[in-house]
């Protein structure tokens, strides 16, 4: 069993960057593809970005491709999603999630294996 937890949500203005990370139980975290998804208010969950377990290889979604950078540290078992340029559209509940199957260009939300609980972040205009 896989635990994650999320952290460095909050308020911040349009415009402004927030770093979130995500911290992982697992020893062998290396082993798993790691994403970030966030859940707007009365909005179905999105893809935000993934990445390989080496961390070599990445994938955004379009809304936040160019603005959003996702990393990790296996040495720390720790993912992170640095967000710049933030607009209130990106405000949104952010759950970070593991997959230990499949690689960055298969996951789906539904597929994913583990998830946190969330941070929340509010961007305002």
């Known amino acids: 069993q896989v635990q994650l937890v999320e952290s460095g949500g909050g308020l911040v203005q349009a415009g402004g960057s927030l770093r979130l990370s995500c911290a992982a139980s697992?020893?062998?975290?290396?082993?798993?593809?790691m994403g970030w998804f966030r859940q707007a208010p009365g909005k179905e969950r999105e893809f935000v970005a993934a990445?390989?377990?080496?961390?070599?290889?990445?994938a955004y979604g379009d809304s936040v491709k160019g603005r959003f950078t996702i990393s990790r540290d296996n040495a720390k078992n720790t993912l992170y999603l640095q967000m710049n340029s933030l607009v209130p559209e990106d405000t949104a509940l952010y759950y970070c999630?593991?997959?230990?199957?499949?690689?960055?260009?298969?996951?789906?939300?539904?597929?994913?294996?583990?998830w946190g609980k969330g941070t929340l972040v509010t961007v305002s205009s």
């Open positions: 999630a593991a997959d230990l199957v499949r690689n960055l260009y298969q996951i789906t939300i539904a597929g994913m294996d583990y």
């Open positions: 990445i390989s377990g080496s961390g070599t290889s990445t």
């Open positions: 697992e020893r062998t975290f290396s082993m798993y593809t």
